[in-house]
Structure formats: C-alpha cells, structure tokens
C-alpha cells in the first residue's frame, strides 16, 4: 500500500512540475485573493489584524481548485477505471494522492504566509515557530486527506465543479477555526500568547487522525463503479 | 421513433408498474391500513398541540407570548436529529455486507429529506423566537452553528444522491458520505464550542433556565409527539415513493431495452 502510494505520490508531483498549473494558475490566483481581500477591508489595521485568518481562507479557496485538478488529472482519459482494473489498493490512491495534494497545499500555504508578512505587515516572532510550522503541518495534512476523499467522491460526475465546494467547505470549517486560533497564537496577532495555541494543534491532529483512518477506509467504496 | 403496437410484445408502458414485486403492496398509492391510522394519530396530535400550545398553556413569565414558538422549535428540532440519526444507522445498514438491501437506501434518503426540511424549519422558528428573546436573528453558539452546519451537510447529502448512476451506486456512495457527515459534525460542534469558549459565554442557556410550568412541559411533550408522528408518516410514504420511482427507472430501462430488441428483430 505505502509503495503504490509513493508511486502515485511521485506521479501526481511529476505531472505538477512539468505542466506548471500550480505555479502559473493556483499561485496566482491565491496571490490575488490576497490583494482582493485588502480591498474588502480597506484598513492597514483590520488586515493586520485578521491576516492569520484570511492565509487559511485563500489555502480554503485554493484548495477547492487543487482538488479538482488533481481528480481531473484523473478522470481524463479514464485513468482511474485503468487504475482500477489493474487492481491497485485503493488506500494506496487515496494516500499517494493525499500526499502529492499535501506537498502542494504547503509550498501554497508559504507563499500565502510570506504574502501575509509583505502584504499585510502581519507580525512575525521566532519564539512562535515551533507552534508554527506543527500547525501547518497539521492544517496540510487535515486538508489534503478531506480533500481527496472528497475529490475522489466528485470526480467523474457531472456538476461536480459545484458540488465539491458544498462538500468540503462544511467538513474543513473545524480546520479553519483550529489553523487560525494556532497561527494567530504563534504569530502574536492581537496579543495572543504562544501557550493558548497548542489546543488547536490537537484539534488539528484529531481531525487528521479520524479522517485519515476514515478516508482510507471509505475512499475504496467511492471510487469503485 | 412511432412504435406500433404489434411491435411492442411487452406492452406494458413504462408507467405501469403492475407486475413489480416491489409495488405489488401499493397499487393504489402509497398508503396503507397501517399509514392510515398513522395519518389520523398525526392530525389528532397536531390539534390537540394547536390547543394545549396556543391556548392551555400560560406565556412566559419573562418571554411572553413568544414562548410559544418554542413548542415548534423543539419537535421539529428533536425529528431533525432523529431523522439524521435514522439516515446514518440506515446508511451503515446498507453498507453492512449482511443487511445490504436496497430499502434501508431509500430509507436513508427519505428520511434525510424530512431532516432537512425539519432543520430548516428548526432554524428558522430559531431565529424568530431569538429576535424576540435576544433581540437578534442569529448567535455565535457553539449549539446553533451546528445546527447550520447539519442542515448545509445534508443538503450536500442530498445532492450526492441526485448524482444518477445505478440504485446500487447512489446507495453506496450517499451511504459513504452520510457516514462521513457522522464524523464531521461532533468535529465542527466541538470547533466552535472550543471557538466560543475562548471569546464569551453562550447566552442560550441564561433565559431558559427557568423551572418550566407543568402545562408548557406537558405540550412540549405533546410536540415532540405529533412531530414524530408526522416525521414517521412522511418517511413512510417517501420510502415508498422512491422505491416506486426506482422500479420505474428499471422499468422504463427494460421498456427500452426491449423496443431497441423489437427495432433489430422488424
């Protein structure tokens, strides 16, 4: 099962780099909310204020399009009945896949930080990194695990562009409040003292420790026709 | 293509359903003796709930007469959690290789549809009554943003099940997703209650902590009732709907099947 994950892992990350849709299109898109979103608020204070919270709503929104080209990748061409025929464990797709989406959600979720330090002048302390980097650990994991399960239930179903957003936004809302909570803990942002963060890392990781064991179970039954 | 009636050897339309098992019960309908007297135990509640509700029972020492929103607030809030209740144990029944059959699908699927429609109503007789009690349509409290989040998740859960596919497709995969919304919603209650808990205190339990009057426990009582009843009378009939719509489908697929037969064979 790990191996065929690493295959498909490999496979997904491979097809990424070399068709660059993540760098040319996701990136920018998620750069743009940014910008979009300091338009909505207008003040430097208000921005400053809330940057932890709009990193994790553009990682939300980006999310949704990673998704669906990770799945479309998939559908195209018949790749996944192929998979299947070839009797390839399903865990093994639902785990490579979450993995590739992971390792992309975090290279997006730098850029969206660092916009957030340049943009918004979001504070930033060393003392808070520890905390940090464990949230986004956590954050990625949760949301590429739910992505995929989710993605793997839309794909190759007609009206799925608006299906998948009703679908995953409900069931990632836990990671949105818990990665905000944590990453305003870490950064400082209004006071906040690192201590007060570690309880949303263990929301975090109960969320990825459930839907991890349940994806693996559950992708099997969605995928099959 | 006209089809001419010599041609057709099967000439049952598609609509007839007279030679399914799965209707042979229901020729006339959906209802049966048992439906029936459900039907009317529902009606008969529901008036004596109109009477004990808007008449026996006294307003509200501190809420007046707004308490009363409250015997419609809660029946249809507890057959909403019901009714999930009941689509989740049905979705692990069809899932479970021993009990898998078609019924506890479409069991799942009814009842989920009268859940959303309780919820949105729970909601909205939610919001009128906390205008009056609090003075504002909607609270941040950790019970009220699950109860949104239900209502959203379910209507997820519904459009699952208008993906098309085959009965065994929609079941299996509508099965997957409800078992997932049961993971999902103690993860989001716990969220915004551990959100809440942080900035203030819920300020849904400071007006109801009042002893309750016999008669307002007494209609209460007779709410939960009458909305349980008509919950059961609606899942009954929408079961049995579906399982007519899907006969149908098969129907109208042999139908098909057999003209394009037919067309080979002329």
């Known amino acids: ?225 | 293509m006209p089809v001419t009636d010599n041609a057709v050897t099967d000439n049952r339309t598609p609509g007839d359903l007279s030679g399914s098992d799965i209707t042979g019960a229901f020729k006339s309908g959906t209802g049966t003796r048992f439906t029936r007297l459900l039907g009317i135990a529902t009606i008969a509640s529901m008036a004596l709930l109109i009477v004990f509700g808007l008449f026996v029972s006294p307003a509200d020492v501190i809420q007046g007469e707004s308490v009363r929103i409250l015997y419609i607030h809660v029946g249809t809030v507890w057959v909403a959690y019901l009714a999930f209740s009941v689509t989740a144990l049905a979705s692990a029944a069809f899932l479970w290789k021993r009990t898998t059959s078609l019924i506890w699908d479409r069991i799942a699927g009814a009842s989920a549809e009268v859940g959303v429609l309780f919820m949105a109503l729970t909601l909205f007789a939610g919001a009128l009554w906390g205008r009056l009690a609090w003075g504002k349509f909607w609270v941040w409290d950790a019970r009220v943003t699950t109860t949104a989040f239900l209502f959203i998740t379910y209507i997820g859960y519904l459009a699952v099940r208008g993906l098309g596919g085959s009965h065994h497709q929609r079941g299996r995969r509508s099965a997957v997703v409800a078992l997932l919304a049961v993971l999902e919603i103690p993860l989001v209650h716990f969220s915004v209650k551990l959100w809440r808990g942080l900035h203030q205190d819920s300020s849904v339990t400071d007006t109801t902590k009042v002893k309750l009057h016999d008669q307002m426990l007494f209609s209460l009582f007779i709410a939960v009732i009458a909305f349980t009843l008509l919950y059961s009378w609606l899942v009954i009939h929408r079961q049995r709907v579906m399982a007519m719509q899907d006969a149908l489908d098969d129907k109208g697929l042999d139908y098909a099947l057999q003209q394009r037969r037919d067309e080979g064979d002329g």
């Open chain 1, 1 to 225: 099962m790990l191996r065929v994950a690493r295959l498909i892992a490999a496979k997904d990350l491979r097809i990424e780099l070399r068709s660059r849709v993540v760098t040319n299109q996701v990136l920018p898109f998620a750069a743009i909310v940014m910008v979009m979103f300091a338009f909505a608020f207008n003040t430097d204070s208000v921005v400053q204020k809330v940057a932890p919270g709009l990193v994790w709503l553009a990682t939300l929104f980006s999310l949704l399009t990673l998704v669906q080209r990770s799945f479309a990748v998939e559908t195209a061409d018949g790749a996944t009945d192929a998979l299947r025929g070839a009797g390839v464990d399903p865990a093994g797709i639902f785990l490579g896949k979450a993995i590739a989406l992971a390792a992309q959600l975090a290279v997006l979720e730098l850029v969206l930080l660092f916009t957030a330090v340049v943009l918004y002048s979001a504070e930033f302390r060393l003392s808070g990194l520890v905390l940090l980097v464990t949230t986004f650990v956590a954050a990625t994991c949760g949301l590429a695990l739910v992505g995929t399960l989710y993605g793997g239930l839309a794909a190759g179903v007609r009206g799925r562009e608006t299906l998948l957003p009703l679908l995953l936004l409900p069931v990632v809302a836990p990671v949105l409040i818990g990665a905000t909570r944590a990453t305003e803990a870490a950064l400082g942002t209004g006071g906040a003292v690192v201590a007060d963060g570690w309880s949303w890392v263990g929301l975090l990781t109960v969320f990825v420790a459930l839907f991890g064991v349940g994806g693996t179970l559950a992708f099997g039954p969605l995928i099959e026709e």
